[in-house]
Nanobody, 125 residues
Framework: QVHLVESGGASVQAGGSLRLSCTASTNTYSGRCMGWFRQAPGKEREGVASVRAGAVFTDYADSVKGRFTISQDNAKNTVYLQMNSLKPEDTTMYYC??????????????????WGQGTQVTVSS
């Protein structure tokens, strides 16, 4: 079991920046994929970025490439999502997720089994 706690959501103006944080309570952090997803009411969930915990491989949705960066602090079991050049269409709930222990590439399409409670990001024009 993995418990995830997100923070960092806020309201900002278009063009601004935010950094989301997600801390994972698990003894097997480095064997998992960690990801950020977002979902607006009535819309499908969208994968934003993923990273192999404890490693450097990352994957990004085309809609955020060049603006968002996923990173991590392995000592703290924490993954971050740095969001720059925010747009009103980035407004939604953002969720942190963790996969089961996984040996392959941590692309956004892998199974993410554990989810945080979400943090709201609002970007005003």
């Amino acid at each position: 079991q993995v418990h995830l706690v997100e923070s960092g959501g806020a309201s900002v103006q278009a063009g601004g920046s935010l950094r989301l944080s997600c801390t994972a309570s698990t003894n097997t952090y480095s064997g998992r994929c960690m990801g950020w997803f977002r979902q607006a009411p009535g819309k499908e969930r969208e994968g934003v970025a993923s990273v192999r915990a404890g490693a450097v491989f990352t994957d990004y949705a085309d809609s955020v490439k060049g603006r968002f960066t996923i990173s991590q602090d392995n000592a703290k079991n924490t993954v971050y999502l740095q969001m720059n050049s925010l747009k009103p269409e980035d407004t939604t709930m953002y969720y942190c997720a963790a996969s089961p222990v996984w040996g392959g590439y941590c692309r956004l399409g892998v199974e993410f089994r554990y989810w945080g409670q979400g943090t709201q990001v609002t970007v005003s024009s």
